[in-house]
């Protein structure tokens, strides 16, 4: 990798995508400003996104696995919470990591500035110091990565410490003793997941006829069979046509065919229905970038934007707003800064909902090749054949290679079950690497474990699957 010294560079937005490109930028010897409105970087993800609500429902599972000891022979009584301290627990994971990565700036020589930035023109930016100070600073090159924020639905906005973001749910005030999600996409299930745990009825509305808009109806099943256990109801099919604050909580008016009861009151609700590109940067206007019609950033696979000194990253370019690819982005739009010949075009990027079971899925889905007319072969392996996934009580799950019928390579892979989120990196890098059912079945992998599943869909693809018996015709 060739060095670019001497280039001043600005990046505004300390996320996963802003840090990681700081970062390389540093090391390719550029003259790196990095700024953002927290004491440290981490952004989003850090602070108030994948970070705290991984430790959350760490300890959520830990609940969940005490409860499920009695069918292995080992009573627990029930757990206590102690809130403060798991509050200060979770506090305590964001302050090591985000201080880590202060350090990381300071070891690159990297200028940290906690403070805002707007434009002056293409070049030039308005930085306005947490301190109270203000300069003007001009860079050769800019690098947008200002993230995103909760979407706002105007009718359900009440001022209330009763309605909550996902924001305000990360920072476990208390455990209500029933709790709304709106919407039913992986940050409100993963969150719901938190708050069923820790003791809380949650209930769930989606306005769609399934949980996990997206992703593959027979890697949500699993999950809506044990979300239907855990959580005392599911509504699809079903929007909230209101939201009133009563001295008892937050009465919710329900709308759609399957609504039973029109009106319910919660504790506590949690809107959870999208989030939306922070892409209105004061000043952005006196520059030539372009902002598409659902606000997103628009920018090439180099991700340039359409002003030449400026470049865009992550969740502001848009879908899928997820921290790795933000990541990524960065790394490429430093590449790109530096004269190397880059683009940003993954075969697969990978998508995890944490929830238990987890889903994970990368590439193409079986919901898309159905849209698309596209014919594919799918080789299914149920995880009650895995000897790994007996051992931990958890068959529920299952791994499916999605293959192209004349090549046998692996256009998309999806995975339900404990710890998918981890499994699904091998998927990724067999698409990265255009494997084929062949070169992952004969691949060895070790033994008791639930990687083994991905060996054996391929196997299951050719029909001589170890574990799973196909008559002959
Ligand atoms: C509850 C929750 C859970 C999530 N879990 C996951 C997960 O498990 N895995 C995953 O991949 N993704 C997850 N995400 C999404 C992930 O957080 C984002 O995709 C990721 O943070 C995007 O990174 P980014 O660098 O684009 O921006 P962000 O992380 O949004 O950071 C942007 C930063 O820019 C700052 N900024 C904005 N405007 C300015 C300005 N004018 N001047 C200076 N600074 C500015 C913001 O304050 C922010 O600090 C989760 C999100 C939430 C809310």
Redesign the pocket.
């Known amino acids: 990798m060739t060095d670019a010294p001497n280039l001043r560079i600005a990046v505004?937005?300390?996320?996963?995508?802003?840090y990681a490109a700081a970062f390389l930028a540093a090391d390719l010897g550029m003259n790196v400003t990095l700024?953002?409105?927290?004491a440290n970087p981490?952004?989003?993800?850090l602070?108030?996104?994948?970070i705290p609500?991984?430790a959350l429902l760490h300890v959520a599972k830990l609940i969940d696995e005490a409860h499920h000891a009695s069918n292995w022979g080992v009573e627990y009584s029930d757990p206590k919470i102690d809130l403060p301290h798991l509050r200060s627990w979770k506090e305590g994971v964001v302050k090591k990591l985000t201080g880590g990565l202060g350090q990381l700036s300071k070891q690159r020589k990297v200028e940290y500035i906690q403070?805002?930035?707007?434009f002056e023109n293409s070049n030039t930016l308005r930085v306005s110091r947490a301190s109270g100070s203000e300069d003007l600073l001009t860079f050769d090159r800019v690098i947008i990565?200002?993230?995103?924020r909760?979407a706002i639905i105007p009718s359900l906005k009440l001022d209330t410490p009763r309605m909550m973001d996902?924001?305000a749910a990360?920072d476990l005030s208390d455990v209500p003793a029933s709790l709304l999600v709106i919407g039913g996409g992986y940050?409100g299930l993963?969150?719901g997941t938190v708050y069923a745990a820790l003791g809380s009825k949650v209930s769930v509305v989606e306005m769609l006829p399934g949980l996990l808009p997206g992703a593959d109806r027979d890697l949500v099943l699993p999950l809506h069979k044990r979300i239907e256990k855990i959580f005392d109801s599911i509504m699809l099919n079903t929007t909230v046509a209101a939201v009133k604050e009563e001295s008892g909580g937050i009465r919710v008016t329900f709308d759609g065919p399957e609504v039973k009861d029109r009106e319910k009151v919660f504790d506590k609700v949690l809107v959870s229905v999208g989030?939306k590109p922070?892409s209105e940067?004061?000043g952005l206007d006196k520059t030539q970038v372009h902002v598409g019609p659902r606000g997103f950033i628009q920018v090439n696979k180099q991700l340039q934007t359409t002003d030449p000194a400026i470049y865009a990253?992550?969740?502001?370019v848009g879908e899928p707003?997820?921290?790795?690819?933000?990541s990524h982005e960065?790394r490429t739009a430093v590449e790109v800064i530096a004269g190397h010949k880059v683009a940003f075009e993954p075969n697969a990027i990978p998508a995890?909902v944490?929830t238990d079971p987890e889903i994970a899925w990368c590439g193409l889905t079986e919901t898309q090749a159905q849209k698309d007319n596209r014919e594919i072969k799918v080789a299914r392996f149920p995880w009650g054949a895995s000897g790994r996934a007996m051992t931990l009580d958890r068959t529920e799950g299952m791994t499916k290679l999605l293959l192209d019928p004349q090549t046998d390579r692996v256009l998309g892979v999806g995975i339900v079950g404990a710890g998918a989120g981890e499994l699904i990196a091998e998927g990724v890098l067999a698409m990265e690497m255009a494997a084929t059912a062949t070169d992952i079945a004969l691949t060895v992998h070790p033994h008791p474990t639930l990687s083994e599943t991905i060996m054996e869909s391929a196997e299951v693809f050719f029909g001589t699957s170890t574990h799973v018996y196909r008559p002959k015709r």
């Open positions: 505004i937005g300390g996320g996963p995508g802003g700024i953002d409105p927290e981490g952004g989003v993800c602070y108030r996104g994948c609500s991984k403070g805002r930035a707007s990565a200002t993230g995103s909760p996902s924001t990360l940050i993963e969150l989030r922070n940067i004061p990253i992550g969740d502001v707003m997820l921290a790795h690819k933000a960065g995890v944490f």
